[in-house]
């Protein structure tokens, strides 16, 4: 889900590139004695301009991948594109969140034209929905995509002290809202304490094989993720070589959201290989 970070960390990769290459070229250089030196030189010459080049490529392309992205979508869609007109698919989808023996038994709510309401009663405490985009931190390039879907059942703790973040931001969002008045507004709620305190245990179920949570993570991987308060990756060794455990920190909810990766789709179907 990280896909921005993966392009800047391969563009520094690509910077290493020049460094590198010209270091282990003086060294070479030093060896060579006599009328080969300025043959050498020539040829080191010659690598070097071809890895600069290379490189600038490299840096070029990343920049014009992030700025495609944000340029796809830079403001928000007609409305229309983000409703789901079958209510009944909607509630589906939301469901395929979690394995039916949570979902069957969750409160299920949809996006309407004012916001999310319930629309069917549940008897566990879990909550099920399908997040749309601005799911996502204000500054995602992906802020506005219209496409995504992203099914997800809260546990009751995540119920009453997560998922109250993401409906405010949809209302503000229906209001017609900025991504920049958004994040002041959500800001100022946590400030004032108009948003809870995040519950000990909240956690949620991101399961489905119907995901689309961002242009590339189509059916990414079905995923359990834990929320904590603050800076805590490295609490529990996450994003460490090894651990089976990813986190992101998100400022603006101020949480840090761990991920715990799964072998199986919510319906039992084998989830992709998870490479290590």
């Not at 490529?57 to 979508?73: F, G, M, N, P």
């Not at 991504?179 to 519950?199: M, Q, T």
Request: glycine share 6%; proline share 7%.
């Amino acid at each position: 889900m990280k896909n921005t970070s993966n392009r800047l960390e391969r563009c520094a990769a690509s910077r290493e590139i020049d460094s590198t290459g010209h270091h282990r070229a003086k060294n070479f250089v030093g060896t060579v004695a006599g009328p080969e030196i300025k043959l050498v030189l020539n040829r080191i010459g010659v690598m070097v301009l071809v890895l600069s080049t290379l490189v600038l490529l490299a840096l070029a392309s990343c920049r014009a991948q992030s700025q495609t992205v944000k340029a796809s979508y830079p403001v928000m869609a007609p409305l229309d594109q983000y409703m789901i007109q079958d209510k009944a698919a909607e509630i589906a989808l939301a469901r395929s969140a979690a394995p039916p023996s949570i979902s069957d038994k969750s409160e299920v709510m949809i996006l309407e034209r004012t916001g999310y309401k319930i629309e069917v009663k549940g008897t566990n405490g879990f909550v099920c929905i399908v997040e749309r985009s601005w799911g996502t931190s204000t500054d995602d390039p992906e802020f506005w995509n219209p496409k995504v879907r992203a099914p997800i059942c809260f546990n009751p703790s995540a119920a009453k002290s997560f998922l109250p973040i993401y409906l405010m931001k949809t209302r503000l969002v229906l209001a017609g809202k900025s991504e920049k008045a958004i994040a002041r507004a959500i800001s100022s709620a946590f400030d004032n304490r108009k948003l809870p305190s995040l519950e000990p245990g909240a956690m949620c179920y991101m399961m489905s094989n119907q995901q689309y949570l961002n242009d590339q993570g189509k059916r990414w991987h079905p995923h359990l993720m834990f929320f904590v308060p603050g800076e805590a990756a490295k609490s529990w060794g996450a994003n460490l070589p090894g651990s089976p455990v990813l986190a992101s920190n998100d400022p603006q909810e101020r949480a840090t959201v761990f991920m715990v990766l799964v072998e199986k789709w919510s319906d039992g179907t084998p989830a992709p290989p998870v490479a290590h």
